[in-house]
């Protein structure tokens, strides 16, 4: 059970989330922020979201909540449930309990329908709540198995880049300040001060692929290449500084080609550049993320449209791409 007094300057969380806290947040703001609203942790239980918990409530005492989410989906939730809550009792600090119905729909994967259950719950309590950001856990060993789950997916720049820092979901802020942060000093830590936390037995299963690259990729990494998660973090911040620039060029573009883009217009530009303004436009107002081959379909066909009668429906992610008059529109599925 955590205590009280563990929240100590030595944990390895506390400089990341502060440097992280000052970088996000500019000086004026970041005291207005840290006076007048709270920070929510989303708060499983585990090792991470413990570690991170007690730095928050040591940075910002009496300005920290906990948002724990059952999943709903083993056994073990309800004991992490009940961890979560002794815990937050333990170090008074406040804990919503959210449970969200995570299972996933036919052709849906069991992360990605749990991943998104989380998000939409951590958002709506952090709003009703009025937090400034919800506080995530993932740490430097998690960004490299991102990245390497990237590379076995053939992703482009934006998978490689990892995960974000800071961004936006459901309409609220989320952060990270702890993805330069090595996991196994923040286990060691909390074992040094006999700080309790859940182990989800779930990590340990390797139908997943991301536990199958935790167990067998990572060690071979660490053997050959020691400093692989500060290596990797810092190829995932180059390829999102690449694709940071990618955006400014595509909304540069949009603004010529138009939004709906115009045919036309597209043309002009050369076929990186139209891919390039597609994904951008796509993923602006749809969240939509079109395959490679889906993408290379649209553009022939924005290449042979020249005639009024040429007709455009393709699908495009999870809806379809039409030409409607000069443009395309975009029909997302119900």
Not at 184 to 213: H, K, M
Not at 272 to 297: D, K, Y
Request: glycine share 8%; with cysteine; proline share 4%.
């Amino acid at each position: 059970m955590p205590r009280r007094a563990a929240a100590a300057a030595d944990n390895p969380c506390l400089g990341a989330l502060r440097a992280w806290a000052e970088r996000l947040y500019p000086p004026v703001a970041m005291a207005d922020v840290s006076g007048s609203q709270t920070w929510a942790v989303a708060y499983s239980g585990g090792a991470d979201s413990t570690a991170l918990l007690l730095a928050a409530q040591a940075l910002w005492s009496g300005q920290v909540r906990a948002i724990h989410v059952h999943h709903g989906l083993q056994a073990a939730g309800d004991d992490f449930e009940h961890h979560a809550r002794v815990a937050c009792d333990s170090l008074g600090v406040a804990l919503q309990v959210i449970r969200v119905d995570a299972r996933h729909a036919p052709g849906q994967s069991p992360e990605d329908a749990a991943r998104q259950a989380r998000y939409q719950a951590l958002a709506a309590a952090a709003q009703e709540a009025d937090t400034a950001c919800v506080l995530l856990g993932q740490h430097a060993q998690d960004q490299a198995e991102t990245l390497l789950l990237a590379l076995s997916r053939g992703a482009g720049l934006s998978g490689l880049a990892g995960m974000a820092e800071s961004f936006e979901r459901h309409g609220m802020r989320f952060g990270r300040p702890m993805l330069g942060v090595d996991g196994q000093a923040l286990r060691d830590w909390l074992d040094a001060q006999g700080i309790a936390y859940v182990v989800d037995p779930t990590n340990a299963d390797e139908r997943y692929t991301r536990n199958r690259i935790r167990a067998r990729l990572l060690p071979a990494f660490a053997t050959s290449f020691p400093a692989y998660a500060r290596t990797l973090a810092r190829s995932a911040r180059h390829a999102a500084q690449a694709q940071s620039l990618l955006d400014e060029v595509a909304a540069q573009d949009l603004e010529i080609v138009g939004d709906p883009p115009v045919i036309k217009s597209l043309q002009r530009l050369s076929r990186a550049r139209q891919a390039n303004v597609l994904r951008h436009w796509l993923r602006l107002h749809w969240q939509a993320g079109p395959s490679e081959a889906q993408l290379e379909q649209a553009l022939d066909q924005i290449a042979a449209c020249t005639t009024r009668g040429h007709r455009i429906r393709l699908k495009l992610a999870s809806g379809y791409l039409l030409r409607e008059g000069a443009g395309l529109c975009y029909q997302p599925s119900i």
